[in-house]
């Protein structure tokens, strides 16, 4: 089975192809430009490189949300995209952080996927891996990060990944070795760990109307649409 990945939550593009248990392409780059400029081409030169076309892939997976609010819509419109002009290529969206915790898929123990949301406040997912399976076992959220990790328990060890990974460290763990931080290789998004992610949820791969972002949180616009509805209100 072959599937593509594209993720464009964060800072990095990401774009990789797997065929089951193989990693056949992957190019991951932190880029200043924007994710409409740089992930389209990536896909064509990963599909060349491959001698594949769109009719070879099984599913196109993107990074879902949290992150980017402009870099989740770019990557949901270009799955989307491809798949209207390829009706049997199906797709899915995965969890930003449940991709992230594939990241650190060989490490056995409890993973927290961190990125920043702003000052104070991270998107945060809780999950345990045994080396071969992830599972979530505290939903995602957007938190405090006082409110999550001041007392959070590491008895047992805690992998720490994402682009909020060593801040919190050093905020709350810097003294505790039995707190980790994925190396610098294995801490931001990458499409390989979202194609694993992807081929354990295979079977909720759907078509390209099903596909949307989650943002955990409310967009801009929805907090200003919200704001003058408060305002006309109070005015009356």
Request: charged share 25%; proline share 2%.
């Amino acid at each position: 089975m072959h599937i593509l990945g594209i993720d464009t939550s964060g800072k990095t593009a990401s774009v990789a192809v797997t065929d089951d248990d193989k990693l056949l392409w992957e190019k991951t780059v932190y880029t200043r430009l924007t994710h409409s400029q740089v992930i389209l081409p990536m896909v064509s030169e990963a599909l060349k490189e491959l001698e594949l076309s769109f009719s070879d892939i099984d599913c196109a997976a993107i990074a879902k949300g949290p992150g980017s609010y402009t870099g989740l819509r770019i990557g949901c419109a270009a799955v989307k995209g491809m798949c209207m002009g390829q009706e049997s290529l199906k797709c899915i969206g995965i969890s930003t952080l449940e991709a992230l915790s594939f990241n650190c898929l060989p490490y056995s123990g409890r993973i927290a996927a961190a990125m920043f949301a702003r000052q104070g406040i991270c998107y945060a997912g809780i999950y345990e891996s045994d080396g071969k399976q992830i599972r979530n076992i505290r939903p995602d959220e957007v938190i405090k990060e006082d409110e999550l990790f001041s007392s959070f328990d590491v008895s047992e060890g805690l992998m720490l990944v994402g682009d909020n990974a060593a801040a919190i460290k050093e905020k709350f763990f810097a003294d505790d070795d039995r707190v980790l931080t994925a190396p610098i290789s294995r801490r931001m998004q990458q499409a390989s760990s979202l194609c694993l992610a992807a081929a354990a949820h295979i079977d909720e791969a759907s078509s390209a109307e099903e596909l949307s972002v989650s943002y955990l949180q409310a967009t801009k616009a929805q907090k200003d649409k919200a704001h003058s509805e408060n305002g006309k209100e109070d005015a009356k």
